[in-house]
Nanobody
Framework: QVQLVESGGGLVQAGGSLRLSCAASGRTFGAYWMTWVRQAPGKEREFVATISRSGGFTTYADSVKGRFTISRDNAKSMVYLQMNSLKPEDTAVYYC????????????RGQGTQVTVSS
C-alpha cells in the first residue's frame, strides 16, 4: 500500500514558477514509476511527466517539455515537479501517481493539488 500526498500548488502569474511535492508513505516507494498527471476543468486527465524507479529515466508531455522537470528522492520517498515558465493553460489539479509500469494505469494516486496560472 502506498499513500500519496501532494503539496505546493497555488496561484501564480504567467511566466512564474512553482514546485510541487509528493510525499509517499509505505516501504515500496522505490518499486514504482512515479508520474504526474493533471486535469483541467471540463477536460480529461492528461499525462504530464514520469520518472523511472531509480530516477535515471524521465519523459514528458510535449506541452511541458523544456519547462517542467520531474525528480525523485527515494531515500525520502518524495517526488517533485519543478514547473517554470508557467502558462494559463497549465491551470489544473495536479496529481502524483505510482505505477508498476510506466504506461500502465495508476496503482495509487494522491488527492491532488490545485495550480492556477493567471494571465
Amino acid at each position: 500500500q502506498v499513500q500519496l500526498v501532494e503539496s505546493g500548488g497555488g496561484l501564480v502569474q504567467a511566466g512564474g514558477s512553482l514546485r510541487l511535492s509528493c510525499a509517499a508513505s509505505g516501504r515500496t516507494f522505490g518499486a514504482y514509476w512515479m508520474t504526474w498527471v493533471r486535469q483541467a476543468p471540463g477536460k480529461e486527465r492528461e499525462f504530464v511527466a514520469t520518472i523511472s524507479r531509480s530516477g535515471g529515466f524521465t519523459t514528458y508531455a510535449d506541452s511541458v517539455k523544456g519547462r517542467f522537470t520531474i525528480s525523485r528522492d527515494n531515500a525520502k520517498s518524495m517526488v517533485y515537479l519543478q514547473m517554470n515558465s508557467l502558462k494559463p493553460e497549465d491551470t489544473a489539479v495536479y496529481y502524483c501517481a505510482a505505477r508498476s509500469v510506466p504506461n500502465g494505469s495508476d496503482n495509487y494516486r494522491g488527492q491532488g493539488t490545485q495550480v492556477t496560472v493567471s494571465s
